[in-house]
Nanobody
Framework: QVQLVESGGGLVQPGGSLRLSCAAS????????MGWYRQAPGKQRELVAA???????LYADTVKGRFTISRDNAKNTVYLQMNSLKPEDTAVYYC???????????????WGQGTQVTVSS
């Protein structure tokens, strides 16, 4: 059974930084792509960043240059480093195990419980 557990969310001032972590268990982590999504109140869940098994990455235009996704296969963990945070980044952030091909990410039904990120002064 696949389990994904996010951590690292919190309250941060505009311009600040946070690093989210997603620990995975129950499958061979290294062969899967991983993605970070977010959902703000009243909005649809959207893809923020994804990383393939081989380390290729893609980002939403709204976070390019500010967020960095990475993975540590030895720790079965995917990270999202978020810098220069803006109030519009406020959302619940979820990780997902999926597939990555043709420069696109395809989510599976495996989601974590989410971690709240609030950017406010």
């Amino acid at each position: 059974q696949v389990q994904l557990v996010e951590s690292g969310g919190g309250l941060v001032q505009p311009g600040g930084s946070l690093r989210l972590s997603c620990a995975a268990s129950g499958s061979i982590f290294s062969i899967y792509a991983m993605g970070w999504y977010r959902q703000a109140p009243g909005k649809q869940r959207e893809l923020v960043a994804a990383i393939s098994a081989g380390g290729s990455t893609l980002y939403a235009d709204t976070v390019k240059g500010r967020f960095t996704i990475s993975r540590d296969n030895a720790k079965n963990t995917v990270y999202l480093q978020m810098n220069s945070l803006k109030p519009e980044d406020t959302a619940v952030y979820y990780c997902n195990r999926g597939r990555y091909y043709s420069s696109s990410y395809y989510p599976s039904d495996y989601w974590g419980q989410g971690t709240q990120v609030t950017v406010s002064s």
